[in-house]
């Protein structure tokens, strides 16, 4: 290890430590009574125990037993055989204390998100928030740091019975116009509640507004380093249900919980970032160059080439569902082909125009096909992997598509390159695994895992009609 490495380690192993005792300090002190520990299965849904806090400076060491099967399990809770996942084998639910926040939504209780490892203390293979960090060694051994951003939208109502006797549906709570005024007076005194149990959590709010959909709303937390990004996902994802329910209401983030409303969509947004000598990043937005049309660099264009490369398998793990293939369709801006443009909101990869008086720092890519019933973990990670990818191959991402490609007749759509993302999550997750580089990168135990899961929610709700598939998404995500 050199000098450099030892003391990022170090300086890693003393923030863990003060980390610690702070969370010990502020759930003394601040009337908690139980901590959560939250992790993402492969099934996209967040799962987790919770310890007492009398316990919680051992639990915080030590962790919480847990199965291996769970990460076996899909999210109808049927338990798929895998081997290395059965009912022998245990590992440990660790929390990283640095994520520890009190649950404004849930008075007495605290959070953290959480890895899951070996009894011996060392990372299990199948651990989602592992994966994420192993691709972002990889990005800093090339010299590079991502910050990243989730941009959800959820759907706002109320769970009422089917009156014909089916499963039960997804009322929005408003039939209001995109952006309008009406929607925000409809949606505010919830949207307040959830700003402030945001903030609470330090999830810094930089926007919100009624979207398209019946009941949709969309509130966009600030970039920050990848880990954090994923995790304040995880957090985010808790907090907009965990209002709702306080409230009486229900609140969904899955792609399509209503079948005849908008979607919605989780746009991950990333930006690469030069690592000085110390590791840390040095401020310099490594996508950005005012000399070129769009301002992307060299890097940013290779990077975007790794993305479309790989998109069909990568699709599978960003939009994990069977759930989100009823929105990736033409024409509904949220991106059906294998293209990138400037501010394209058709296209599956966006360069963002840059802000006024932030040209530089503002450069960032925008990848459409992405969605909350995804694991925020596995999807981050994959898309650094693509990217990284383009980078080491200098993949060429060929021309900028600048015009709806469902405009454009089949040859020129050739032409460009612009094939069709895959239309359900059995071809995503075909793609998957024909794809050699994603499926090294999850390695042998994770990528049997998440393809059994998948494929046993594929066949489960290839048997039902849509009712099902939208109740069971709508009251799981």
Same mark, same amino acid.
């Given at each position: 290890?050199?000098?450099?490495?030892?003391?990022a380690?170090?300086?890693?192993?003393?923030?863990?430590?003060?980390?610690?005792?702070?969370?010990?300090?502020?759930?003394?002190? &601040?009337?908690?009574?139980?901590?959560?520990?939250?992790?993402a =299965?492969?099934?996209?849904i967040?799962?987790g125990?919770? /310890?007492h806090?009398?316990?919680?400076?051992?639990?915080?060491?030590s962790?919480?037993?847990?199965?291996?099967?769970?990460?076996?399990m899909?999210?109808? =809770?049927?338990?798929?055989?895998?081997?290395?996942?059965?009912?022998?084998?245990e590992?440990?639910?660790? $929390? =990283?204390?640095?994520?520890f926040?009190?649950?404004p939504?849930?008075?007495?209780?605290a959070?953290?998100?959480s890895?899951?490892?070996?009894? +011996?203390?060392?990372?299990?293979?199948?651990?989602?928030?592992?994966?994420?960090?192993?691709?972002?060694?990889?990005?800093?051994?090339?010299?590079y740091?991502?910050?990243?951003?989730?941009e959800p939208?959820? /759907?706002?109502?109320?769970?009422?019975?089917?009156?014909?006797?089916?499963?039960?549906?997804? #009322? $929005?709570?408003?039939?209001?116009?995109?952006?309008?005024s009406?929607?925000?007076?409809?949606?505010?005194?919830?949207?307040m =509640?959830?700003?402030q149990?945001?903030?609470a959590?330090?999830?810094? !709010?930089?926007?919100y *507004?009624?979207e398209?959909?019946?009941g949709?709303?969309?509130?966009?937390?600030? %970039?920050?380093?990848?880990?954090?990004?994923?995790?304040?996902?995880?957090?985010?994802?808790?907090?907009?249900?965990g !209002?709702a329910?306080?409230?009486g209401?229900?609140?969904?983030?899955?792609?399509?919980? #209503? $079948? +005849?409303q908008? &979607?919605?969509g989780?746009?991950?947004?990333?930006?690469?970032?030069?690592?000085? $000598?110390?590791?840390?990043?040095?401020?310099?937005? !490594?996508?950005? +160059?005012?000399?070129?049309?769009y301002?992307?660099?060299?890097?940013?264009?290779?990077f975007?080439?790794?993305?479309?490369? %790989?998109l069909p398998?990568?699709?599978?793990?960003?939009?994990?569902?069977?759930? @989100?293939?009823?929105?990736?369709?033409?024409?509904?801006? @949220?991106?059906a082909y294998?293209? *990138?443009?400037?501010?394209?909101r058709?296209?599956? #990869?966006r360069?963002?125009?840059?802000l006024?008086?932030?040209p530089?720092?503002?450069?960032?890519l925008?990848?459409?096909p @992405? +969605?909350s019933?995804?694991?925020?973990?596995?999807a981050?990670?994959a898309?650094? %992997?693509? &990217?990284?990818d383009?980078?080491?191959?200098?993949?060429?991402?060929g021309?900028? #598509?600048? !015009?709806?490609?469902? /405009?454009?007749?089949d040859?020129?759509?050739a032409?460009?390159?612009?094939?069709r993302?895959?239309?359900?999550l059995?071809a995503a997750?075909?793609?998957?695994?024909a794809d050699?580089?994603?499926?090294?990168?999850? &390695?042998?135990?994770?990528?049997?895992?998440?393809?059994?899961?998948?494929?046993?929610?594929?066949?489960?709700?290839a048997?039902h009609?849509?009712? *099902?598939?939208?109740?069971?998404h709508?009251?799981?995500?």
């Amino acid at each position: 290890m050199t000098d450099a490495a030892e003391s990022a380690a170090g300086a890693r192993d003393q923030a863990r430590a003060s980390a610690a005792i702070s969370a010990r300090q502020q759930a003394r002190h &601040g009337g908690i009574s139980l901590v959560r520990f939250l992790y993402a =299965d492969h099934g996209g849904i967040v799962r987790g125990k919770a /310890t007492h806090a009398s316990g919680l400076e051992a639990r915080m060491t030590s962790g919480i037993g847990h199965t291996v099967a769970m990460m076996a399990m899909n999210m109808l =809770d049927h338990l798929q055989p895998v081997e290395g996942m059965g009912p022998v084998g245990e590992v440990r639910i660790v $929390p =990283d204390p640095q994520t520890f926040v009190p649950l404004p939504y849930a008075p007495g209780a605290a959070a953290m998100a959480s890895d899951l490892v070996r009894p +011996d203390g060392q990372p299990w293979e199948a651990c989602a928030r592992t994966f994420l960090k192993q691709a972002i060694a990889a990005l800093a051994a090339e010299g590079y740091a991502m910050r990243a951003a989730f941009e959800p939208e959820f /759907t706002l109502g109320q769970r009422e019975p089917d009156p014909d006797g089916g499963p039960d549906r997804l #009322v $929005p709570a408003d039939d209001s116009l995109c952006y309008s005024s009406t929607g925000f007076q409809r949606a505010h005194d919830f949207t307040m =509640d959830l700003v402030q149990a945001l903030e609470a959590q330090r999830l810094e !709010v930089e926007h919100y *507004y009624p979207e398209l959909g019946h009941g949709q709303q969309e509130v966009v937390i600030r %970039h920050a380093p990848a880990l954090r990004a994923a995790d304040n996902h995880l957090l985010y994802r808790e907090t907009v249900r965990g !209002v709702a329910f306080r409230r009486g209401v229900w609140a969904s983030l899955a792609p399509k919980p #209503v $079948p +005849d409303q908008a &979607g919605n969509g989780t746009h991950l947004h990333g930006s690469l970032f030069e690592l000085g $000598p110390d590791g840390a990043p040095t401020g310099r937005n !490594v996508f950005a +160059d005012s000399r070129d049309q769009y301002g992307l660099s060299d890097i940013g264009y290779h990077f975007i080439g790794g993305v479309l490369a %790989h998109l069909p398998a990568l699709t599978a793990l960003t939009c994990g569902s069977v759930n @989100s293939y009823r929105r990736l369709a033409p024409q509904t801006w @949220s991106s059906a082909y294998t293209i *990138y443009g400037m501010d394209n909101r058709e296209a599956a #990869v966006r360069i963002a125009s840059v802000l006024r008086g932030d040209p530089a720092s503002s450069v960032n890519l925008e990848l459409k096909p @992405s +969605d909350s019933s995804a694991n925020p973990y596995l999807a981050l990670g994959a898309f650094i %992997h693509a &990217g990284l990818d383009g980078i080491r191959g200098k993949l060429d991402p060929g021309a900028a #598509v600048n !015009v709806d490609p469902a /405009t454009l007749s089949d040859a020129e759509r050739a032409r460009l390159g612009a094939r069709r993302l895959p239309g359900s999550l059995e071809a995503a997750l075909n793609a998957l695994e024909a794809d050699d580089l994603l499926m090294t990168a999850l &390695g042998p135990l994770r990528s049997r895992a998440y393809l059994a899961v998948k494929r046993s929610e594929v066949a489960d709700f290839a048997a039902h009609d849509a009712a *099902y598939e939208c109740f069971h998404h709508f009251t799981k995500i």
